[in-house]
């Protein structure tokens, strides 16, 4: 008896090394560094530095080479997801967009089986938080608030270790993020004022801007409540010509408050033709109202390359662009023509960058001191940027507030 169970011990040794050398032998093998840059924690700095540039596919070959060093690198796992949903959050095809979805919480199922260390699960929990709002899947929201509150419960991270993220404001940041894609804007102002009374760090600046961005949305919408149309244009960081037309329409009823102004029922213009590349755009109807009404600044303009005119609905537009705009409507609505003209001639110009000859500063004065639009700290008017959502919004429901006078 003895004998057999002795055989028996051996035998289990046998096999449990015999495992052992399996499960080593299956497992991923690390590959050797070639120089002192060639380490997983470089790797991922560069992947996700990589990533702010918007180039998905070197940022994706510097985790994967954060992983061929150390296959269990949680923050490259995390990286890869991070990846996975920025490609969903940009694909039209919507059974590529589910398996980029599902990749990309796998990748972050992995990082988070991987992290061990405080430093480590905050960054993957940060990282979490902007998985969930690049691939958006069914009740994002509340996965990246989860991984919001788990970051801030762990109160043993050293800032140093945290290699991209930096400083523990970077949760409050991409939260802020999240809750303003969620077009929850008073949360994303509480978001960002939190990254703003902390110390000074990577964050700072960033959540300045947005939270500037976020305060113009929550003023507009103070009085009114916006349409499903108007949040989504408030978040651009861009808006084009359609944009200005849709909110326009949707937000000042433009049409009906025109009509109601023709003195005989039925007789309002029409428009003089469609433009072609607004025969299948998703605000075709409020652009050809636009149009109908001759609104300046938003009319056809002729374009060489297809010699014809054309209405440009994505063009990006400009700020001293949307003064004329205001500056029409402003007529139209009190019906004060003497406005076209009622800073011609004028010797100085209170903006350091419209000079009181440029052909827009009549306009850039009515809409400033009607308070439709607002310089900055230094009185500079900027009239070559770009107007985002939430300034063409504060704008247009400040005319609002004009119309509802008269």
């Not at 990286?79 to 990749?103: F, I, P, Q, T």
């Not at 929850?184 to 500037?212: C, N, T």
């Not at 433009?275 to 001759?294: C, G």
């Not at 004060?336 to 440029?358: E, I, M, N, R, W």
Request: hydrophobic fraction near 40%.
């Amino acid at each position: 008896m003895r004998e057999k169970s002795i055989k028996r011990g051996v035998f289990r040794s046998i096999l449990l090394f015999a495992l052992i050398i399996w499960v080593y032998g299956c497992a991923p093998k690390s590959q050797p560094s070639v120089s002192l840059e060639d380490t997983p924690p470089h790797h991922y700095l560069q992947g996700m530095k990589l990533l702010e540039k918007g180039d998905l596919s070197a940022a994706e070959a510097k985790f994967e080479r954060a992983l061929a060093l150390d296959p269990g690198y949680a923050r490259a796992y995390a990286g890869k997801a991070l990846v996975a949903a920025m490609r969903a959050e940009k694909e039209k095809d919507l059974d590529h967009k589910r398996v980029e979805v599902e990749r990309a919480l796998q990748f972050f199922k992995k990082a988070l089986k991987k992290a061990e260390d405080p430093s480590d699960k905050f960054s993957i929990y940060v990282t979490g938080i902007r998985v969930y709002t690049h691939s958006r899947p069914k009740g994002w929201l509340k996965e990246a608030e989860k991984y919001y509150h788990k970051a801030l419960d762990e109160d043993k991270v050293v800032e140093k270790d945290l290699i991209y993220y930096q400083t523990r404001s970077a949760v409050h940041y991409f939260m802020g993020v999240a809750y303003l894609k969620a077009y929850e804007f008073r949360k994303a102002e509480q978001s960002f004022s939190l990254v703003l009374s902390s110390s000074p760090g990577k964050w700072h600046d960033k959540a300045d801007i947005l939270y500037r961005k976020v305060q113009k949305i929550v003023r507009a919408s103070a009085q009114y409540t916006l349409t499903n149309v108007a949040k989504k244009i408030a978040v651009k960081d861009q808006v084009g010509r359609g944009d200005v037309a849709a909110l326009l329409v949707d937000e000042l009823h433009l049409d009906k408050f025109f009509s109601g102004r023709i003195p005989i029922p039925g007789s309002e213009p029409k428009p003089d033709f469609v433009p072609a590349d607004v025969m299948n755009h998703m605000f075709k109807e409020e652009i050809l109202t636009v149009i109908k009404w001759r609104v300046r600044g938003l009319e056809p303009v002729y374009d060489e390359t297809t010699k014809a005119y054309l209405f440009k609905p994505d063009e990006p537009l400009t700020r001293k662009e949307l003064a004329f705009i205001l500056e029409d409507l402003l007529i139209k609505i009190t019906g004060d023509k003497s406005l076209a003209t009622k800073y011609f001639g004028q010797d100085t110009s209170p903006y350091p960058d419209v000079s009181p000859t440029a052909p827009w500063f009549n306009a850039v004065m009515n809409v400033v001191t009607r308070g439709l639009m607002e310089t900055n700290l230094s009185g500079a008017f900027r009239p070559n940027d770009y107007v985002d959502g939430a300034e063409l919004l504060l704008a247009i429901l400040r005319l609002r507030n004009v119309m509802n006078v008269y």
